[in-house]
């Protein structure tokens, strides 16, 4: 099992920014890739970046492209989200999951962390 803990989420204006932060420990040895999900409310769970824990493949969903970048830190075990440019829309709690599938873009999500609220104003 890995165990993931999110920080960075908080409110913020219209064309802000923030940066989510993601520590997994335990065991991470079995984690292909690293994932950020969101969720609004009344909304399915929805991948929005993914990061290969053991190369620099990244994947980023079509309203994230451009605008989000997720990277890893892999001797600190934590996968970052910087999000810029930010919009009412992406008002979500946001989640990180580590992905234990081979292929890409992951699919499958064993372990996954409490979430943090991002909160975007108009």
């Known amino acids: 099992q890995v165990q993931l803990v999110e920080s960075g989420g908080g409110l913020v204006q219209a064309g802000g920014s923030l940066r989510l932060s993601c520590v997994a420990s335990?065991?991470?040895?079995?984690?292909?890739?690293m994932g950020w999900f969101r969720q609004a409310p009344g909304k399915e769970r929805k991948l929005v970046a993914a990061i290969r824990w053991s190369a620099g493949w990244t994947y980023y969903e079509d309203s994230a492209k451009g605008r989000f970048t997720i990277s890893k830190d892999v001797a600190k075990n934590t996968v970052y989200l910087q999000m810029n440019s930010l919009k009412p829309e992406d008002t979500a709690v946001y989640y990180c999951a580590a992905g234990t599938s081979v292929g890409w873009p992951p699919s499958v999500f064993g372990s996954w962390g409490q979430g943090t609220q991002v909160t975007v104003s108009s």
């Open positions: 335990g065991r991470t040895f079995s984690t292909y890739a």
